[in-house]
């Protein structure tokens, strides 16, 4: 197949979220710097912890209460998300254990940084921000386990807007511009929806095979 034909076969790819898109997009920057990180002879498993610890760290600055700094902080810190996988396509170092390790510790650095926030507001005494912010796990949680349940059982399940990236990138832009409330809002219910859309998209595709 001709190299034409083949970029004509990725510009019409149909994708199936935002984040698909995003990443393959992305790969413009994030394939050149993983290349220069695979001189360091880094484990792609290693740059999944590391960005995983400093996601923690952002939200130890959430709690602390300095959260413009901390959407800033977030906004540099988040992008390294992407360069675990490309520096494992890079270094052929991409491994089943390695998807499954990043996708978990995914959840656990999401879940610090809304747990923080959350703190931060419990002494706060704001109460709404504290139960928007565990509305917005429990969004995360089930945007999560609806396409991880789904896809165990032979579904597609990557619909939606508020995926992983939307929700940090949002976080980052409420905080940054010191709406966090707002963000807060959105993303309470944008997640849930999300969730919500995804349930209904697997019951129709189940419809479809009865």
């Not at 197949?1 to 984040?19: D, F, G, I």
């Amino acid at each position: 197949m001709s190299v034409e034909k083949t970029q004509s076969r990725r510009s019409l790819r149909v994708y199936e979220s935002l984040a698909e898109w995003a990443r393959d997009a992305a790969q413009v920057i994030t394939i050149p710097l993983a290349r220069i990180i695979s001189r360091w002879k880094v484990h792609p498993n290693t740059l999944t912890l590391l960005g995983c610890l400093l996601m923690i760290g952002v939200g130890g600055v959430l709690a602390s209460g300095r959260l413009v700094l901390g959407g800033w902080l977030l906004a540099i810190v988040a992008p390294i998300d992407a360069l675990d996988g490309a520096l494992a396509r890079v270094t052929g170092r991409t491994s089943r254990f390695g998807a499954f390790l990043d996708s978990t510790l995914d959840r656990v650095s999401e879940a610090v940084l809304f747990l923080c926030l959350a703190a931060h507001y419990l002494w706060r005494g704001a109460t709404t921000e504290v139960l928007l912010a565990f509305l917005v796990l429990i969004g995360a949680n089930l945007v999560s386990y609806t396409r991880a349940r789904a896809e165990a059982n032979g579904y597609s399940c990557k619909v939606g807007i508020f995926t992983r990236l939307e929700r940090i990138a949002l976080l980052a832009i409420g905080l940054i511009l010191n709406i966090p409330t707002i963000a807060l809002w959105v993303l309470a219910i944008g997640s849930n929806l999300t969730a919500l859309w995804r349930i209904l998209y697997v019951y129709f595709q189940a419809r479809r095979e009865s």
